[in-house]
């Protein structure tokens, strides 16, 4: 089943610009979790909003959550190309099993 | 170090020859899970265990089992693997509950079933 889905799918942009990426879901959640993933390697994990949380920062990182539209957004600011891989949002399903999108890859260019 | 050891890393087998992937975490965490990484399809949880001796499915458990002898290992084991198998394969960890608590990855294991 199709919980998380995250757009664009894949998304360019110069080094020092912002990156918006988003992620849409259809059932009522408690958290929701962004994970990175460099070119195939393990998925790192970068932040939880809780269901009460509208915003939250984790250093270049801002993520929202609009609990009425069911969706939220990653933003990266200030984009580096160390920040280049897929990007992940994770959601639970009505089993309250973790369910990952299809994610989003983000090509910051020189 | 923290980590999540999986092996082996990359591995090519014919088609019926039983395999085992290890895991190991090092952080006393009481969730484990498996996934699988597939093209235009994402991550797929095939199994988890959310402490010894307790696993339960996930979306995609068929051709595939596990044990959960002790707390730090989760061995994945596909008794007559199938091309349809060949796949990305990461193993995970978590304190807890994966949808409240970040889960640590794996490095990942790349098999091809021929």
């Known amino acids: 089943s199709q919980q998380g889905e995250e757009d664009p799918q894949a998304l360019s942009i110069q080094e020092g610009e912002n990156a918006t990426m988003n992620c849409s879901y259809k059932?009522?959640?408690?958290?929701l979790q962004w994970y990175r993933q460099n070119s195939g390697r393990g998925l790192v994990h970068l932040i939880l909003?809780?269901?009460?949380?509208r915003e939250k920062h984790s250093g270049r990182l801002r993520v929202t959550l609009d609990t009425s539209k069911k969706s939220s957004s990653l933003l990266i600011t200030a984009s580096r190309a160390a920040d280049t891989a897929s990007y992940f949002c994770a959601t639970e399903d009505r089993d309250d099993k973790i369910i990952f999108g299809k994610g989003t890859r983000l090509h910051i260019l020189p | 170090e923290a980590q999540v050891t999986q092996n082996p890393r990359y591995l090519i087998t014919v088609t019926g020859k039983k395999l085992t992937v290890t895991c190991s975490q090092n952080?006393?965490?009481?969730?484990m899970s498996w996934y699988r990484q597939d093209p235009g399809l994402g991550l797929r949880q095939i199994y988890y265990?959310?402490?010894?001796?307790?696993?339960d499915k996930g979306d995609v458990p068929e051709g595939y089992k596990v044990s959960r002898k002790e707390k730090r290992n989760f061995p994945l084991i596909l008794e007559s693997p199938s091309p349809n198998q060949t796949s990305l394969y990461f193993c995970a960890s978590s304190f807890g509950p994966t949808q409240e608590y970040e889960q640590y990855f794996g490095p990942g294991t790349r098999l091809t079933v021929t």
């Open positions: 265990s959310m402490n010894v001796e307790v696993t």
């Open positions: 909003i809780r269901s009460n949380e």
């Open positions: 059932t009522s959640i408690n958290n």
């Open positions: 952080m006393n965490h009481e969730y």
